[in-house]
């Protein structure tokens, strides 16, 4: 007769802890546009720990704004976070990719220039740097520039994919202007010298400019996936509205940008108290996205308008 003893269950116990398996997190792969600012609630979600309290590992890769959709569509990344003219613009093209969440809103950017430039009227016969001639960033210059009594034949356009890149050819004074600087590099402009002569937060306040984009068929075959990623990334912009966590929120912003505080706590200003810059929560903006397909139709960007529900996952 074998006699068990509480020490041999006790001992029994430990063994049972130590050998059984840990499950890993599910893994996620995520193209997004090279870091910016954009990319606040990203950088929230995985230092706040979003992510891992939905036992997800979030692999992400920057690469430049135009590679981000081809790389979803590749199949090399299983979600892409990217402006929504370029996914919309890859959906009419037929690619197979749908909008599943929201990732920015409004139109945080300035147009900035030399300083020795005091309007957008004083831009007429100059070099100004865009990003690609079907970009969104182009398509709404051409259309504040018309506002102000300037048509394309009036200025040269200068393609140079990316803020970053837009405005390293500004500080170089090699173009009279850069059309859409994002934060915290605009306030490094202005600081520098350079002047903010338009900003877009004025003129464009409903848009869903940056969302978050997957296929139909991996959203098919992991729904629940889909679903624990959009909740972490709602509950990190739930987390950055909080006026409470803005000095955290600035914190985060300069390790991961490497720019000193005051920038980061301008741009926390700048994109959440004065830009509500993720006011959605993640959720998908209809008459955001309407609009944002009106400006691309009115461009001929896309041959025509079509339902903001077809470029939207079900």
């Known amino acids: 007769?074998?006699?068990?003893?509480?020490?041999?269950?006790?001992?029994?116990?430990?063994?049972?802890?130590?050998?059984?398996?840990?499950?890993?997190?599910?893994?996620?792969?995520?193209?997004?546009?090279?870091?910016?600012?954009?990319?606040?609630?990203?950088?929230?979600?995985?230092?706040?720990?979003?992510?891992?309290?939905?036992?997800?590992?979030?692999?992400?890769?920057?690469?430049?704004?135009?590679?981000?959709?081809?790389?979803?569509?590749?199949?090399?990344?299983?979600i892409a976070k990217s402006g929504s003219h370029f996914g919309i613009l890859?959906?009419?093209?037929?690619?197979?990719?749908?909008?599943?969440?929201?990732?920015?809103?409004?139109?945080?950017?300035?147009?900035?220039?030399?300083?020795?430039?005091?309007?957008?009227?004083?831009?007429?016969?100059?070099?100004?740097?865009?990003?690609?001639l079907g970009s969104i960033v182009t398509v709404v210059f051409k259309d504040v520039m018309r506002r102000h009594g300037l048509l394309p034949a009036d200025y040269l356009l200068l393609v140079v994919p990316g803020s970053n890149t837009r405005f390293l050819a500004l500080k170089s004074g090699q173009v009279a202007a850069a059309v859409a600087v994002a934060p915290p590099l605009n306030f490094s402009a202005i600081e520098g010298g350079m002047k903010a002569l338009f900003h877009y937060n004025e003129y464009l306040k409903e848009l869903q400019y940056i969302s978050y984009f997957t296929t139909p068929r991996y959203a098919a075959a992991n729904r629940p996936l889909i679903g624990r990623f959009t909740r972490a990334v709602a509950q990190s912009q739930r987390w950055l509205n909080d006026v409470r966590n803005e000095k955290e929120a600035a914190r985060i912003l300069t390790r991961h940008l490497k720019i000193d505080d005051t920038l980061a706590a301008r741009t926390y200003r700048y994109m959440l108290t004065e830009g509500k810059a993720y006011r959605g929560e993640a959720k998908v903006d209809g008459p955001g996205l309407a609009e944002m397909i009106r400006m691309l139709a009115e461009a001929n960007v896309?041959?025509?308008?079509?339902?903001?529900?077809?470029f939207v996952l079900e």
Not at 16 to 26: K, N, Q, S, W, Y
């Open 1 to 78: 007769m074998i006699y068990i003893t509480k020490q041999l269950v006790w001992m029994f116990s430990l063994v049972l802890i130590f050998v059984t398996p840990t499950l890993a997190a599910d893994r996620i792969s995520l193209s997004v546009t090279n870091l910016t600012a954009f990319e606040w609630d990203l950088l929230v979600a995985q230092d706040q720990g979003y992510f891992t309290k939905e036992d997800l590992d979030v692999s992400i890769t920057y690469m430049a704004s135009n590679l981000v959709i081809n790389a979803l569509i590749a199949g090399q990344t299983q």
């Open 90 to 132: 890859a959906a009419v093209r037929k690619a197979d990719i749908k909008i599943f969440a929201g990732g920015l809103y409004g139109y945080p950017y300035d147009t900035i220039s030399q300083p020795e430039f005091k309007s957008l009227a004083d831009l007429k016969g100059q070099r100004i740097v865009t990003g690609s």
């Open 302 to 310: 896309i041959p025509q308008k079509e339902p903001w529900q077809s």
